[in-house]
């Protein structure tokens, strides 16, 4: 319930804000706005000004602006009218590059809410929880089916505890710098910087594109030090007296020199973990009987220790520069992934999300990134609040009837006419779009179905 209730009104904040560019442009414009409502539903509170009326509604899931002559135009859709109504003052009397602009001022609204939400996470700066830049070779830890060998990681000579310091000769100091790079830059060679036992090696590695995400993926895992960080109460690593600190160095006899090497020490599903730790330079020796969870995966209740790196800018134009450096590239991966789609690069049902599917993300980040602290939960929720808005941005100008990129399309027609288009023109044109948009809500109803039941 807190996961729908925090994911509901994180996904309203974005549908607001979009709302809110549709109302402030219209307002510029000189269209008159009837009502502009917070929620969606009956009425809670509100109140009237100018003629508009302000409310609250009972569902908090965005909002909706509503302008003059809307409701003229569906009455005139029903009574099968040749022309559409044009009062002064409404949305259909305005000019086409008028509504253009309030068409457009949505999409705006989500991506300047993006850049601000950016250079305000870098100015305040955040701690991120990740692991460094020391890596594994899969291939030489195969634990998801079959080996992985022969994936470009090893063709290209990385080996196991090598440190990628650069890609491209942009620094990287955490894994989750090198993944990002990584994961935009599928089938395109990248020059990396290795630290190699302290000495700097050149290599070229060329990401192969995974066709169930649309990611590059070369074969690497990160290193994580087997340093327990946290042991859940009542599991069965508590229950074997394992404590924060701990650190793993076997497991039935087999070295633990990281956490993929503790993994593969489970994969025979063994009946009792007999583990040599070291807790304060004193080594012990502890049972651990596993449980495992209905996929197959052990679940011991810890967890291991990440490496906090504060990330923040220098000063207020650093923190302008780094933000609009993310909303650029969250921009181009977005449309970087979109195109993937269109291609056939990607797993539909992988890569298309519903309103059902979002709600649980935004949910699921809220509710963890605020259990590890309120000033660097607000980061991470907002942050991804923030590429949330840029997909809406994205979404919405696409050339699709009945949405914001439809409509802006229909009104460029009609301003290089210079005339009116007939209201039975406009009724087809939004019947293909509402069976455009019928068949996209289906399909992201059974990708949100296939992500629910696991599969």
């Not at 060679?189 to 649309?214: F, K, N, W």
């Not at 020490?265 to 007999?274: G, H, M």
């Not at 596993?290 to 504060?310: C, E, H």
């Not at 023109?425 to 068949?439: H, I, K, S």
Request: contains cysteine.
């Amino acid at each position: 319930m807190v996961v729908i209730v925090l994911g509901l009104l994180g996904l309203g904040i974005v549908v607001f804000v979009h709302e809110l560019g549709h109302f402030l442009a219209a307002r510029w414009v000189g269209v008159h706005v009837e009502s502009f409502s917070l929620g969606w539903g009956p009425k809670l509170a509100g109140f009237t000004r100018g003629g508009t009326e302000y409310r609250v509604s009972v569902f908090p899931i965005g909002g909706y602006c509503r302008m003059k002559g809307e409701e003229a135009f569906k009455a005139a859709l029903e009574r099968g009218d040749e022309d559409m109504p044009r009062e002064p003052g409404s949305f259909y009397g305005a000019s086409p590059w008028r509504r253009i602009v309030i068409a457009l001022a949505g999409p705006f609204a989500n991506l300047v809410f993006a850049l601000v939400v950016a250079v305000v996470i870098a100015a305040a700066g955040y701690t991120l929880r990740t692991s460094g830049n020391k890596v594994i070779l899969a291939s030489e830890y195969p634990l998801f089916g079959a080996p992985a060998a022969g994936l470009p990681a090893e063709k290209a000579g990385i080996r196991t505890g090598d440190r990628i310091v650069a890609i491209d000769g942009v620094e990287t100091r955490m894994y989750s710098q090198i993944q990002e790079i990584i994961f935009r830059s599928a089938e395109k060679p990248l020059r990396l910087t290795v630290d190699r036992a302290g000495s700097q090696v050149e290599l070229v590695v060329v990401p192969v594109l995974d066709r169930e995400t649309g990611a590059g993926r070369v074969g690497l895992y990160a290193w994580v030090e087997p340093v327990v960080e946290k042991v859940e109460p009542e599991g069965s690593a508590f229950v074997a007296g394992l404590a924060p600190g701990d650190r793993i160095l076997s497991v039935n006899g087999t070295a633990v020199e990281h956490d993929v090497a503790f993994q593969k020490a489970l994969l025979d599903r063994p009946r009792v973990l007999r583990m040599r730790i070291d807790r304060d330079g004193t080594p012990l020796e502890v049972e651990v009987v596993p449980t495992w969870n209905k996929d197959g995966y052990p679940d011991l209740g810890i967890s291991f220790r990440a490496v906090a790196f504060r990330i923040q800018a220098d000063g207020p134009l650093d923190a302008i520069a780094k933000g609009w450096k993310d909303t650029r590239d969250t921009v181009s991966g977005t449309l970087q992934g979109l195109a993937g789609l269109f291609r056939g690069n990607v797993k539909v049902t992988n890569a298309v999300s519903g309103p059902a599917r979002i709600t649980y993300m935004v949910g699921t980040v809220a509710s963890r990134s605020l259990r590890e602290g309120w000033a660097d939960g607000l980061s991470q929720l907002f942050n991804f609040l923030s590429l949330l808005s840029v997909g809406l941005f994205i979404m919405n100008l696409m050339p699709i009837p009945l949405l914001d990129g439809g409509q802006i399309l229909l009104f460029v027609v009609e301003g290089i006419r210079r005339k009116p288009l007939k209201l039975k023109t406009v009724y087809r044109y939004q019947a293909v779009g509402m069976a455009v948009v019928l068949a996209i809500f289906l399909l992201t109803t059974i990708a949100d179905l296939s992500f629910f039941s696991g599969r």
